[in-house]
């Protein structure tokens, strides 16, 4: 009977002791499987960081470069103005002072991005009576800077000087002729003004106009 109990008790204690060996290494491999978890969790947060610290760093050397846009029209201050890359057309014309009230603004993708070099020309209501203004529409902004071109006849001094190798003085004289001799019949007329060759017409030949 004695022999009896002893085996029992032998055999609960061994599997007590089985019981918590199981339940030992079971922890550890649930323990190392989080381990391994979270050194995974730290990688991708570590890529996530390093690709969030690289964006900015591209926006901020973005908002750095400097560009050169001539803006000229019906603008209050036509030049040409050095501005933030990612610069908007509209912040451009408030840094010019607005455009004038006979300016079509309302014609213009004031939205859009400017880019370095660009010439923009904004037109006037009355120029752009003299042109389709369904076309303008169908191309968007580009057709607008690149369709409208100078009126020789009514032209300021400021205006006539965004034209290429038209500076102040033939700008001036421009407007002088005009005054005396009443307006140019053709573009050509303007090799008539001191200054102003074949070869300096040729460049602006497709830039003006007399109507």
Excluded: W
Aim: aromatic share 6%; charged share 25%.
């Amino acid at each position: 009977m004695m022999i009896k109990r002893h085996i029992i008790i032998m055999s609960t204690c061994l599997f007590i002791v089985a019981a918590g060996a199981c339940y030992s290494c079971s922890n550890r491999e649930n323990t190392g499987h989080e381990i391994i978890l979270s050194s995974e969790d730290k990688h991708d947060n570590c890529i996530m960081e390093e690709e969030v610290a690289s964006y900015d760093a591209g926006e901020e050397e973005l908002s750095e470069i400097l560009i050169y846009v001539h803006l000229c029209g019906a603008i209050v201050n036509p030049g040409v103005y050095q501005v933030k890359s990612g610069t908007r057309l509209i912040d451009l014309i408030d840094e010019a002072g607005g455009l004038i009230p006979e300016a079509a603004g309302d014609y213009m993708n004031q939205a859009m991005v400017v880019e370095d070099g660009q010439r923009i020309y904004i037109p006037t209501k009355e120029e752009l009576k003299e042109h389709n203004a369904a076309q303008y529409m169908m191309d968007g902004y580009n057709s607008i800077t690149s369709d409208i071109r100078v009126n020789i006849n009514t032209a300021d001094e400021t205006t006539l000087m965004s034209l290429p190798g038209i500076g102040k003085a033939k700008a001036k004289s421009i407007v002088e002729y005009r005054n005396k001799n009443g307006s140019f019949k053709t573009t050509e007329d303007l090799m008539k003004i001191p200054g102003i060759k074949e070869g300096l017409f040729a460049k602006i030949e497709d830039l003006v106009t007399v109507k």
